[in-house]
């Protein structure tokens, strides 16, 4: 029993991870209508940014989650207003075709210039006890810095001012627009926080794994889970869907192999189609 709370609680320090990656996909969902086929590249970029500050200029690795989400937020808001935006209207069939270009350049190039090396960042490594279980340096600062971005999130769209027009915007943007919200820089705002939650998850994931231009594919792939899982456009749900993802990874690892662990996204997906196409909460 001992050793399979200990899982559970590693399931939840991974999934915490996961529902970041999950939370920026249905966001910019939700709010800008665009299915962002390369946010998993986003992820590995910023898993790079943390790798580089760390290597090249001797940043805290810390610092540089914090940093990767001003960083990653700029450049989504860019991106989003030179070419997101344009598509806004147009078929979702467009931006499907548009965001999966972006993804297949974005993780060759980081193939052209970095290799297929793996890397990893050299940081809080070791265990440590704690009332009988045992758990990785890495993996539980990694967590405590996701429930810090994900409290923080909560709390801007729910108490701010910008929040509360993010949400107007997704839940009726002809309205909110007539009641003078400015849906454009809602859904460039909301890109730009996507973007950086993607940013902010990736260099997280630096301080736990090694990291490789590919990676990017893995991630997409439990994003989509963890949103047809929690429900289109609800973030509270992808939390959840994360937190269970996570767990369930967990477990089939330690009772399994981590090879059977890798299809638990798609079987999920499968599984939610099937028998709960809205999801477990709905949008």
């Known amino acids: ?4 709370i200990e899982i559970l609680i590693r399931g939840l320090m991974l999934g915490s991870v996961y529902a970041l990656v999950g939370m920026g996909l249905t966001l910019v969902w939700g709010v800008v209508g665009i299915v962002n086929i390369a946010h998993g590249e986003f992820v590995m970029l910023g898993a790079y940014f943390a790798f580089w500050a760390f290597s090249l200029l001797h940043l805290n690795p810390l610092f540089s989650v914090a940093l990767s989400i001003p960083v990653f937020f700029f450049a989504g808001v860019v991106i989003h207003r030179r070419i997101t935006e344009r598509l806004v209207k147009e078929h979702e069939l467009s931006a499907l075709i548009l965001t999966f270009g972006m993804s297949i350049l974005i ?18 490594t070791g265990n440590f006890p704690f009332m009988g279980l045992v758990f990785g340096k890495g993996k539980t600062f990694s967590f405590g810095l996701a ?14 001012k ?114 709960r196409p809205t999801g477990l909460f709905k949008k």
């Not at 029993?1 to 399979?4: D, L, P």
């Not at 993780?107 to 809080?124: C, E, K, P």
């Not at 810090?148 to 801007?156: D, G, K, V, W, Y």
């Not at 090694?210 to 997409?220: A, K, L």
């Open 162 to 275: 910008w929040g509360k027009a993010i949400r107007a915007t997704s839940q009726n943007s002809e309205v909110a627009l007539v009641c003078g919200i400015n849906t454009m820089k809602m859904r460039m705002l909301t890109f730009g926080m996507g973007i950086g939650l993607a940013g902010a998850a990736g260099a997280i994931v630096s301080l736990q794994w090694v990291i490789f231009p590919q990676m990017g594919g893995s991630y997409i792939s439990k994003a989509f889970a963890i949103v047809v899982l929690g429900g289109l456009g609800n973030i509270q749900g992808a939390l959840a869907g994360g937190l269970i993802i996570g767990m369930l990874e967990a477990i089939v690892t330690q009772y399994l192999s981590a090879k059977m662990a890798q299809i638990i996204p798609s079987v999920t997906i499968l599984i939610i189609l099937l028998l």
């Open 107 to 124: 993780w060759n190039l980081a193939q052209f210039f970095w290799t297929n090396t793996y890397r990893s960042v050299s940081y809080l």
């Open 1 to 4: 029993m001992v050793n399979f």
């Open 147 to 160: 429930i810090a971005i994900t409290a923080a999130l909560f709390l801007f769209l729910k108490y701010s």
